[in-house]
């Protein structure tokens, strides 16, 4: 009797051992095939104060907060913020919006690099984002792209959020870095 206890303890352990490192490895391999994320900004972008409107940054220029009033009649905001790539890599970059308050009041609102590059980033008609991401966009070594804001009109009174990532990919797509952006229509 003690012979086929110690054998099934013996068979119980090694069964044990088998499956943890068979599990082991599954979990492994998942993560290592998911796609790298980080929000620190290792690309050496950065995001910095453009020349219209209000902005509040973070310590590491890594997430902003930008401020314009929206008026009844449409307005444009050419250079609310630049993105500043700071060495000789190129990058691609776009904006994309993943979440927003209160912008049923906004009667239009247009986001895009302001370079004359076709196509806007995000945009809004009616109150409803009918293009919540932009084209990939080539932020050329040690260049700056300005972000605008285009025809913004408010049909009433109140504070409006798009709440926005800036992604920024290097050449072979991975790892890829996202700043936070929120744009804030007064």
């Not at 806007?120 to 932020?139: E, F, H, K, M, R």
């Amino acid at each position: 009797m003690k012979g086929g206890y110690w054998s099934a303890t013996v068979l119980a352990i090694t069964l044990f051992v088998i499956v943890v490192t068979l599990v082991n490895g599954s979990i492994q391999n998942t993560y290592s095939s998911q796609t790298s994320f980080s929000v620190a900004s290792p690309t050496n972008v950065i995001l910095q104060p453009g020349t219209q409107g209000t902005e509040t940054f973070s310590m590491n220029n890594t997430n902003a907060q930008v401020v314009t009033p929206a008026p009844s009649i449409p307005d444009t905001y050419d250079y609310v913020l630049k993105v500043v790539n700071q060495v000789e890599s190129n990058w691609t970059v776009y904006l994309s919006v993943y979440d927003s308050s209160n912008i049923g009041r906004l009667s239009n609102c247009a986001v895009s690099f302001h370079d004359g590059s076709p196509g806007n980033q995000i945009q809004i008609a009616g109150g409803v984002i009918t293009q919540s991401t932009g084209p990939q966009y080539d932020l050329l070594g040690f260049s700056t792209a300005y972000i605008s804001i285009d025809d913004l009109q408010a049909s009433s009174n109140g504070t409006s959020y798009v709440y926005v990532y800036l992604t920024i990919l290097p050449s072979n797509m991975s790892p890829f870095t996202v700043l936070h952006i929120t744009f804030q229509m007064t």
